[in-house]
């Protein structure tokens, strides 16, 4: 005999101490594939040869966090109850959707929601990046009672603060031009910076200046007056 099956579950996850919370919430039915994704981000980079052509060579850019993607499928109308009885699927789509909700009840951005997406010995910890809905059945009343969710998750490792396009533009109204957050610098850009002067600023170094580029995807060094910035310490 084969063992139970088992369904998949969406688990939110503490995002400070990093462990369940409660309100885990297990799909209706599992999905019948899971896709991982993960890219990296290269840009043609050209090195002068003195009486040669300049030879041409990929230089990497940026790295980008793994996504993974799945379908759930939900059915209310597959029950024992009339159809004029039958239960609004989106009673329970919405709690997938409720777990991107970065707003809270007084419309004060909040940091988004870490889950779990865990079948079996398979699991994918992140936040929910995008989720389409599609109503396939509704009944005669116009009720949907059938949905399927495609949805995408964002590995956790993802550089997420809160308010975080509001933080070199702090720094600017308090009168500063670096300020630190966690394991981020943010900066303004000011006249006659490079990206050399701003790594030498806010790393210690000018040679780290490729790491003041690639956490601000810039290709084109000639950075612009007033850009504000976001480094990875």
């Known amino acids: 005999m084969g063992g139970k099956l088992e369904k998949a579950k969406i688990i939110p996850i503490d995002p400070v101490l990093g462990v369940p919370l409660p309100g885990s919430l297990t799909v209706m039915f599992n999905p019948s594939e899971l896709k991982v994704t993960k890219q990296n981000k290269y840009v043609e980079n050209r090195l002068p040869r003195p009486g040669f052509r300049h030879l041409k060579t990929a230089l990497f850019c940026d790295d980008k966090n793994e996504t993974c ?42 940091p988004p929601k870490k889950c779990t997406f865990a079948w079996g010995s398979f699991q994918f910890q992140g936040y929910i990046q995008q989720v389409s809905q599609t109503f396939t059945k509704f009944t005669s009343q116009g009720t949907p009672v059938r949905a399927i969710l495609e949805v995408t998750m964002i590995a956790d490792d993802i550089n997420i603060l809160k308010g975080v396009t509001d933080l070199a533009q702090t720094a600017i109204d308090a009168g500063k031009n670096i ?18 002067t701003i790594a030498s600023k806010t790393l210690g170094s000018s040679e780290s200046w490729r790491d003041v580029a690639e956490s601000n995807n810039i290709v084109n060094p000639r950075i612009v007056e007033g850009v504000n910035l976001l480094i990875k310490k």
């Open 69 to 110: 993607s799945f379908k759930l499928f939900f059915d209310t109308y597959d029950t024992p109850l009339p159809e004029a009885e039958k239960e609004n699927v989106t009673k329970y789509t919405k709690k997938v959707l409720d777990l991107m909700a970065v707003k809270d009840l007084v419309r004060i951005v909040m």
């Open 179 to 196: 300020i630190e957050t966690g394991k981020t610098i943010a900066t303004s850009v000011k006249q006659g910076d490079s990206l050399a």
